[in-house]
T-cell receptor, first 113, second 113 residues
Framework: DTGVSQDPRHKITKRGQNVTFRCDPISEHNRLYWYRQTLGQGPEFLTYFQNEAQLEKSRLLSDRFSAERPKGSFSTLEIQRTEQGDSAMYLC???????????FGPGTRLTVL | EDQVTQSPEALRLQEGESSSLNCSYTVSGLRGLFWYRQDPGKGPEFLFTLYSAGEEKEKERLKATLTKKESFLHITAPKPEDSATYLCAVQAHYGGSQGNLIFGKGTKLSVKP
């Protein structure tokens, strides 16, 4: 399977702990996006990369969130000092072109207790 | 502010009963409009991209159309396996650098046998 993969699929953590998620995009795609989705809502944009450069961050992305894409391949999203409001599905997507279709991974479901 | 509104929020159909889902949008310069299907607990699955008013795309029982203010997803003779949440998203022109999608809340479709 050559689709977008995410790891882990589920993460349960206690408030105040740090968590890190990984996304492996489709290999030839140079754009990688992170979104967050809560129950009953559509995905909301967090940040995106073109190759290894982080080009934009949403105002939703507080200082506790950081994302990296070393060498322009996989990406990681870290949340420090998690809060209950961080509980959501974190989705990664990739695309080949700026205006091209974005293909999503299966998501990482985060639950903060 | 760019915005996407989908209606209805939920739709229950009998198998074979055709209907349409609506996606109205306001965006300062549309680069593209996207339809996705999302099953519970999974990431969105790409269906269609529409770029200009008057454009139509078809896939099996689904047909997407686009006007200057809205898009419709027509479902002809649906089957139970078409049950899912259908998401609409727009991508805007912003100096050629941005590529994130702005999603609606989705329409939850249930098709009963």
């Amino acid at each position: 399977d050559t689709g977008v993969s995410q790891d882990p699929r589920h993460k349960i953590t206690k408030r105040g702990q740090n968590v890190t998620f990984r996304c492996d995009p489709i290999s030839e795609h140079n754009r990688l996006y992170w979104y967050r989705q809560t129950l009953g809502q559509g995905p909301e944009f967090l940040t995106y990369f073109q190759n290894e450069a982080q080009l934009e961050k949403s105002r939703l992305l507080s200082d506790r969130f950081s994302a990296e894409r070393p060498k322009g391949s996989f990406s990681t999203l870290e949340i420090q000092r998690t809060e209950q409001g961080d509980s959501a599905m974190y989705l990664c997507a990739s695309s080949f072109l700026q205006g091209g279709e974005q293909f999503f991974g299966p998501g990482t479901r985060l639950t903060v207790l | 502010e760019d915005q996407v509104t989908q209606s209805p929020e939920a739709l229950r159909l009998q198998e074979g009963e055709s209907s349409s889902l609506n996606c109205s949008y306001t965006v300062s310069g549309l680069r593209g409009l996207f339809w996705y299907r999302q099953d519970p607990g999974k990431g969105p699955e790409f269906l269609f991209t529409l770029y200009s008013a008057g454009e139509e795309k078809e896939k099996e029982r689904l047909k997407a159309t686009l006007t200057k203010k809205e898009s419709f997803l027509h479902i002809t003779a649906p089957k139970p396996e078409d049950s899912a949440t259908y998401l609409c998203a727009v991508q805007a022109h912003y100096g050629g650098s941005q590529g994130n999608l702005i999603f609606g809340k989705g329409t939850k479709l249930s098709v009963k046998p």
